[in-house]
């Protein structure tokens, strides 16, 4: 699973198409740009995934023929450009993760972030919404959950964290890896995503496939489709009105645990692939072959084989 969290941090991307009828795979004259470059030159055509919440402010410098964005106010990107509500987290795949049955340790996770690391100014709070979560703190009493701290953080700052929201009963500073991760999601029985400017992390599709739902900030960038389009992923809370929480918590713990099911039915490396590739053969200012049916980063290769193989033997077990 490796390979899957390393690829997202490149600004650019190459680009390879699938042609299902001939089995064929071909490196495509376009690329994708994932994060704002308004210093640097691509002589190719490209289309932008718009996963930082940098594309506000940087938008305007940009040319592409076709944007991809995760933001319910998209005012910022140029009008009169084609534009269509597809973060790069809808590729997250089943595959990704196996379906766990651990047994429950824990009622919730949060994944945050040092707050001492430099990604900006006060990354803990503005990204993965650190004071969201600590105003949920009497929405969870009576609950016990595990925070995991991403790029590690000092005991003062775990401290912080235990004073701040008593149900945590863990908080894990120590690098893990991404299995262990996937393990402690499965210990717990929903996540937690205060994430503010978060541009659809794909922490939350990754809860999904293990059969986990999640309370989620109604305010986050992008991410808040899927329970728009399926409550059984989970609840909204407003970071506002956090006594209503405690509602919602509820109805998270009442929900059967089916996540990975509605996800696949609805997301995926093989509906996302396709997706793509019919929007940029609408949307290419060039020729592209009618017989690429699937569209997807170059760096997805070993996706895209885990993604033939689990098909592979999804059609022998029919037969």
Known sequence: MNYRIQQAASATKYMVGYMENTNEVIDLPFRCLRKPRPNKTIKEPYFCFVSSPHWVKQAKYCKPFMWLHCFKNYDFLPAGDPKYLFPESDFIDVSFGSETSNKIEYDYFYFTVNKNRQLGHGA???YKGLENFYSLDSALVGLRGVVIVYYGGSRTFADL???KVKSVDKCITTFLSPNNVGKIMSKCRFGIFPNHADCSPRMIPETFIRNRPILLNKNIFGGWHYLE?????GE???PKKTKLARE???KILS????QRELWSGMYGFEKSSRKLASLIKKHYPGDLSDDIS????KEYEQIFEDWKTSTSE???EEV
Not at 294 to 297: P, S, T, V, W
Request: glycine letters at 4%; proline letters at 4%.
């Open 124 to 126: 803990s709070n503005l």
């Open 314 to 316: 999804r059609n022998n």
């Open 255 to 258: 929900l059967p645990n089916n």
């Open 248 to 250: 919602s918590i509820h």
């Open 161 to 163: 964290i235990h004073r």
């Open 294 to 297: 699937h569209m997807y980063f």
């Open 236 to 238: 909204f809370f407003d």
């Open 229 to 233: 389009q399926n409550s059984g992923l």
